[in-house]
């Protein structure tokens, strides 16, 4: 009876470290969307082509431009990570998981 319920206790331990692990999957996937949201749409718009007032008056460029798009994965954490003048820099702000998200999303905003 005190074997059974141990298997029982541990099953339960896994099904449970399981179901968090994946939950904070699916966490991960929708946390770039509204970080970009947060943190960049202000002034990139929320299509990143920087087509609001702010990204106007700043000149930003599209991020969805080629010449955005060919920079490579370490510049544009750079960018996130260090600032760019104007922009601010995000390090201690978000983690570096998060910068590594938004890196993943600005590459979706590519333009076909």
């Known amino acids: 009876m005190n074997r059974l319920m141990a298997q029982v206790g541990w099953s339960a331990v896994v099904l449970t470290a399981v179901?968090?692990?994946?939950?904070?999957?699916?966490r991960a996937q929708d946390d770039a969307p509204s970080l970009f949201k947060a943190k960049?749409?202000?002034c990139h718009g929320g299509d990143g082509s920087g087509n609001t007032s702010a990204g106007k008056s700043l000149k930003l460029?599209?991020?969805g431009s080629a010449?955005?798009?060919?920079q490579t994965?370490?510049?544009l954490t750079a960018i996130i990570t260090?600032?760019?003048?104007?922009?601010p820099a995000y390090k201690g702000k978000i983690t570096d998981a998060q910068i590594k998200e938004l890196v993943t999303y600005v590459r979706g905003l590519a333009k076909k």
């Open 67 to 70: 010449d955005v798009q060919k």
């Open 19 to 26: 179901l968090f692990l994946f939950s904070a999957t699916l």
């Open 61 to 63: 460029r599209d991020l």
């Open 82 to 87: 260090d600032g760019k003048s104007p922009m």
């Open 40 to 42: 960049c749409a202000g």
């Open 73 to 75: 994965d370490a510049e």
